[in-house]
């Protein structure tokens, strides 16, 4: 399984951009980057997800690097109800169906007012 | 009903018990997985079920029986565990496929506590 590596911990203040780095050298040409993010005592939920260029939803963008081995989460506006813990994963789909996510250590993103 | 729901929220069994841990979702999804959370780790991957046959068992031990009914229930069966598998297991959900599609839909767990 392709491996990413993020930092452990970041912080930021309420209002202002946050952009989460994530590692992923080891990538192959059909893996898809997927971010995910975990609030406290919730299960994880989708947050974005790219292949090749950059993309934007209501809730984050995502940079990719043209050689695909980096990528970058952009909150745009942090608010308090954005700390969690966010993860970059690299999805493998699975012969039979169904997608493998092998979640990373992630993360811990803190906002202050 | 984009909600996978997942029961008992809290489960508290000695080790000598059975028990089972239950999830449905009703997206017509055709993918539905088991993962374990232990307190300030990432999520690990145990079971893939994919239109309601096993896939992947990522070398989970035998005292962990999962079972796909139907498309829109899994089921993990508890037997003979020990303290640590104390954890959050969580269960998510899918359609198979590339790009949007693939997005995992998860519960919000259920946590269970081995005495």
């Known amino acids: 399984d392709a491996k990413t590596t993020q930092p452990n911990s970041m912080e930021s203040n309420e209002e202002e951009p946050v952009h989460l780095p994530c590692n992923h050298s080891t990538i192959s040409g059909t893996d898809y980057i997927h971010w995910y993010r975990q609030l406290p005592s919730q299960g994880p939920e989708y947050v974005i997800h790219?292949?090749?260029s950059n993309v934007n939803n209501r809730m984050a963008s995502l940079a990719i690097a043209e050689d695909r081995k980096s990528s970058t989460l952009i909150l745009h506006r942090a608010t308090l109800r954005d700390a969690a813990v966010y993860y970059c994963i690299l999805r493998d789909i699975l012969t039979g169906g169904g997608n493998k996510l092998t979640f990373g250590t992630g993360t811990q993103l803190k906002v202050e007012l | 009903d984009t909600e996978v729901t997942q029961t008992p929220k809290h489960l508290v069994m000695g080790m000598t018990n059975k028990k089972s841990l239950k999830c449905e979702q009703h997206m017509g999804h055709r993918a539905m997985y088991w993962y374990k959370q232990k307190a300030k780790k990432p999520p690990e991957l145990m079971f893939v079920?994919?239109?309601?046959?096993?896939?992947i068992n990522e070398s989970v031990p035998s005292r962990f029986s999962p079972e796909c009914p139907n498309s829109s229930l899994l089921n993990l069966h508890l037997h003979a565990l020990q303290p640590e598998d104390s954890a959050l297991y969580l269960c998510?959900?899918?359609?198979?496929?590339?790009?949007?599609?693939?997005?995992?839909?998860f519960g919000e767990g259920s946590r269970l506590t081995v005495l």
């Open positions: 079920y994919s239109y309601e046959k096993l896939s």
């Open positions: 998510a959900s899918s359609q198979p496929g590339q790009g949007r599609a693939g997005e995992l839909f």
């Open positions: 790219g292949l090749t």
